[in-house]
């Protein structure tokens, strides 16, 4: 895999090749074991459902996926936003009918893949207070600092009803 060179101009990064290039991550896939219990989780941090999706038997979801031909799977989820510009946070809530979710469990933070995802929030103390206020349990008591970043930001990490490790963080 070749990488294509860049120009570098103050603090932006152009791309020379411009037929194609990455603007930012669209959505989050996140694969739960209950839709209406996830959803109401999220919601605590301000998501809104902005669409909603039973695909059932759809070869081209099924191709894009990569699963089997044959598969014939069946799945409801739902897209929610936080934010209220058209690059606002989207996540893809997904629960799987067919075939079934596998895995799942706590997520360690060292683990490959995705073990975490974190937000950017505003005012870290009084959201952390009201989200315990609502039942929230944070793996550590208060936010901590990172003295080690130029940001020096504030942050703290909780599980969401499946045991992915969502970070809240104020730089």
Same mark, same amino acid.
């Given at each position: ?11 932006? $990064? @152009?791309?020379?090749? +411009?037929?194609? !290039?990455? *603007? #930012? ?8 074991? %209950? ?19 039973? $695909? @059932?038997?759809?070869? +081209?979801?099924? !191709?894009? *996926? #990569? ?8 799945? %409801? ?95």
């Amino acid at each position: 895999m070749s990488v294509p060179s860049t120009e570098f101009r103050g603090d932006t $990064e @152009k791309p020379i090749e +411009a037929d194609g !290039r990455v *603007l #930012g991550i669209y959505h989050l896939n996140i694969n739960v074991t %209950n839709l209406g219990r996830s959803r109401a989780f999220y919601e605590l941090f301000g998501f809104r459902v902005v669409d909603t999706f039973h $695909e @059932k038997h759809n070869s +081209a979801l099924d !191709r894009g *996926l #990569g699963l089997p031909i044959g598969t014939n799977s069946e799945n %409801n989820a739902l897209f929610m936003m936080v934010g209220s510009n058209k690059y606002a946070t989207v996540i893809d809530l997904a629960e799987w009918v067919h075939p079934k979710a596998s895995g799942g469990g706590l997520t360690e933070p060292n683990r490959l893949g995705v073990p975490r995802f974190c937000l950017r929030v505003k005012n870290i103390h009084k959201l952390v207070a009201r989200l315990k206020s609502q039942g929230v349990k944070f793996l550590s008591e208060e936010p901590q600092r990172l003295e080690t970043l130029k940001r020096r930001p504030h942050f703290i990490c909780c599980r969401d009803p499946d045991g992915l490790i969502v970070e809240l963080v104020e730089l």
